[in-house]
């Protein structure tokens, strides 16, 4: 089993529907993270946890909510899904604050119609 | 502003050599990180430098100058799977990663 675990894995939705992406991980990571990926960009921070009373907004969190519901948990919400919302989702986590090694979920492909 | 450059796409013949460049402008630096992306997967972690010089892992390499900003991925004896995107990535001083939009590596036989 993967030590990060994202699901759904694919998920097509209409416009203004909610929708909710989960991540579980078993790494014992304190640091959890949620980025979006679109073809020709870089990755991008949506939202970042240092612990459970820890949230933090990233560089894009616009439209976008997050809840740690324990260490191993970390999910991200689209109230109002919208269109250029449609991108591959990444969970990740990492051990301490300045490493920058990751540990990704298999991502989690989200079509907004 | 914080910018990674790195190349879209690289074309390189089974067996050879292939050197990815990567170019930064970030406020602060604490470390630069390459990462391997297989088409449809997640990132998985390569090589970390926070000093100048060149770190070898196995045929792997990556090489950082901190006074130029810039830093390459050096893959040996290529193989086939090695057909991947390769992402670098920089720590700024808040310790945030700032990502390259990836250069997508292409071996041909």
């Known amino acids: 089993d993967a030590d990060v675990t994202q699901t759904p894995r694919n998920r097509i939705t209409k416009t203004g529907k909610r929708i909710m992406l989960e991540c579980s991980q078993t790494k014992g990571h304190d640091r959890m993270y949620w980025y979006r990926q679109d073809p020709g960009l870089g990755l991008q921070l949506i939202y970042y946890s240092f612990d459970v009373k820890d949230i933090n907004k990233g560089e894009i969190s616009d439209g976008y909510s997050v809840s740690r519901q324990a260490q191993a948990k970390f999910s991200l919400s689209l109230e109002s899904a919208i269109p250029n919302q449609t991108a591959l989702y990444f969970c990740?986590?990492?051990?301490?604050?300045?490493?920058?090694?990751?540990?990704f979920g298999e991502g989690s492909r989200l079509t907004v119609l | 502003g914080q910018n990674i450059d790195q190349p879209t796409e690289m074309t390189a013949t089974e067996g050879a050599i292939v050197q990815i460049n990567c170019t930064y402008q970030?406020?602060?630096?604490?470390?630069l990180f390459w990462y391997q992306q297989h088409a449809g997967e997640a990132p998985t972690f390569l090589s970390y430098?926070?000093l100048d010089g060149l770190e070898e892992k196995g045929r792997f390499s990556s090489f950082l100058s901190r006074s130029k900003g810039y830093s390459y991925l050096l893959l040996k004896e290529l193989q086939m799977k090695d057909s991947a995107s390769y992402l670098c990535?920089?720590?700024?001083?808040?310790?945030?990663?700032?990502w390259g939009a990836g250069t997508k590596l292409i071996i041909k036989p």
């Open positions: 430098n926070v």
């Open positions: 990535a920089v720590m700024d001083s808040n310790y945030q990663l700032i």
């Open positions: 970030t406020s602060g630096f604490n470390g």
């Open positions: 990740a986590t990492s051990e301490g604050r300045d490493t920058g090694e990751l540990f």
